[in-house]
């Protein structure tokens, strides 16, 4: 049989442990010769072989540390449990990937977020506002006396009222202060019922003027006050010139005297200091008058 | 199949491994068990003696196994992949420690030399030391497979898989390590090492 056959250079471990070289058959003496110098050399590979192996198994062996065991017990543990972490690395590999093939991820990703934004948006703008559900405020048009209807759409002649009215202003007369002379018309004379009547409304409610609010009815309310006394002082005097009160000064006076008497003056406190019982029979009058179509039927007919 | 802690210890490398990436903290506990003392002993060897730095190796080899368990080739024994993960750790630690160890081979070899001259006297721990000595300067493939073949007492077989290599390979690697070792260290007598190991 051949040599490289049953030998193989590496094989020469086994020749050392096993035999020694005197001890080596003839072919096996021809193969070591190959690879060593000569017995010497193989005797002391042989003793080197032969300490070393029992020498690296009786080596004392050190024992691992306890510590070691907990911790990769621990970390175990700890990779086993679910993580719901995301890493920033992941998230930036994601957004910046390295090969730019993948760079439509983040473009797709982005364009889609636009797109659900831009149609939030519109969808909040179209539908939310139609919403049934009522608001904490709403901002409602006030009407003012230039916009309101006429009271009453009769024809008939305002010479009537003005009889009543002289008779009205007979009860008023002595409570109401005199102060100013009268360049009035009798126009604005005819709302002198009116104005008392709401000149004691304004002492009664203070709360009708949240509601109302309105500063400029207040002013108009408190000036046909005013005229109203102005009125009176020159149907007593006499000075009053003769005016024929059309159907639609009427209606206008009363609707202002109507309106006027749903707010309150701004000088309220001063005019309700010292009410006498004068004013409240004005009062008591004017609102029969406001309130009572017949009377205002029986106005028309004495005008 | 449900495993008692009893039946771990009989249960395969490779089926402790399955019962690990499904994690099974006690098959983890057991491969632990069973390969640590074997890999710190092996790390301690082929990293110049230095107790802490095995302890830091093993407990480094076995934290990659704890949070990549997937990572094992199951195409593989496991224990030969185990030490070619280790054997891979002294690599790293050889290339970057590379300028340490020279200082420590020379440092080595001044003492060992006054020493030597005292005579030549068969003293096992002497022996050790200067195998310890010679063994660093070798390859580190080299004195890896010394190691797993003498230390570990591996077969030949079982080496070449850790190497992925040929066991011709291993076997090359084994006897001229022993010509070496036998070259260097003439001042030893034969004799006396053949009657010291008798």
């Not at chain 1, 471990?13 to 003839?26: G, P, V, W």
């Not at chain 1, 982005?110 to 405020?137: C, K, Q, Y």
Request: a negative charge; hydrophobic letters at 40%; one cysteine or more.
């Amino acid at each position: 049989m051949d040599l490289r056959e049953r030998y193989d250079p590496e094989d020469i471990e086994s020749l050392l442990s096993e035999r020694a070289y005197d001890e080596l058959l003839a072919e096996e003496r021809a193969f070591v010769l190959r690879h060593l110098s000569g017995k010497e050399e193989y005797d002391r590979m042989r003793a080197m072989l032969h300490h070393v192996r029992p020498d690296e198994r009786s080596r004392i062996r050190i024992e691992e540390d306890d510590a070691v065991r907990r911790n990769v017990l621990e970390v175990f543990r700890d990779q086993q449990r679910p993580s719901w972490r995301i890493w920033l690395n992941t998230l930036a590999a994601w957004f910046a990937p390295r090969d730019v093939d993948f760079n439509w991820r983040p473009v797709l990703a982005f364009a889609t977020l636009a797109v659900l934004i831009v149609v939030g948006v519109f969808t909040v703008r179209e539908f939310g506002s139609n919403s049934s559900e009522p608001g904490l405020a709403e901002v409602k048009s006030v009407p003012t006396h230039d916009q309101v209807a006429p009271v009453t759409s009769t024809e008939r002649p305002v010479q009537q009222e003005s009889t009543d009215l002289g008779s009205i202003r007979q009860t008023v007369q002595p409570g109401v202060e005199r102060s100013e002379a009268s360049t009035l018309s009798e126009n604005e004379q005819v709302r002198i019922p009116m104005e008392v009547e709401k000149t004691d409304g304004l002492a009664g409610s203070r709360e009708d003027k949240l509601s109302g609010g309105l500063i400029i009815a207040e002013e108009e309310q408190f000036a046909a006050v005013k005229d109203a006394e102005v009125a009176m002082d020159e149907a007593q005097t006499g000075s009053a010139t003769s005016h024929v009160v059309t159907v639609e000064e009427l209606a206008t006076n009363m609707t202002l005297a109507n309106e006027a008497g749903k707010v309150r003056p701004a000088s309220d406190g001063k005019r309700s200091a010292a009410p006498d019982v004068a004013t409240r029979e004005v009062n008591s009058a004017s609102r029969s008058l406001a309130q009572d179509p017949a009377l205002l039927n029986l106005l028309a007919a004495g005008w | 199949m449900a495993l008692f802690g009893t039946e771990y210890g009989k249960q395969s490398d490779e089926r402790l491994m399955e019962l690990v990436v499904r994690g099974d903290e006690k098959a983890f506990a057991a491969l632990y068990d069973r390969y640590s003392r074997r890999l710190l002993n092996y790390f301690y060897r082929m990293l110049w003696s230095d107790r802490e730095k095995a302890q830091d190796f093993l407990q480094d080899l076995f934290t990659k196994l704890a949070t990549r368990p997937q990572s094992y080739d199951a195409a593989r024994p496991f224990q030969t992949w185990l030490f070619s993960v280790a054997n891979n750790m002294c690599k790293n630690a050889y290339r970057h420690e590379a300028v340490v160890r020279e200082a420590a081979i020379h440092l080595r070899n001044g003492v060992d030399r006054v020493e030597a001259t005292g005579g030549i006297e068969l003293d096992r721990e002497r022996f050790r030391d200067r195998l310890d000595e010679e063994l660093d300067k070798l390859d580190p493939d080299h004195k890896a497979t010394f190691v797993m073949r003498f230390n570990e007492d591996m077969a030949i077989k079982e080496i070449a898989a850790v190497f992925n290599c040929s066991e011709g390979t291993v076997k090359s690697r084994i006897f001229y390590t022993l010509k070496k070792l036998a070259e260097r260290m003439k001042e030893f007598d034969p004799k006396l090492i053949d009657h010291g190991s008798a």
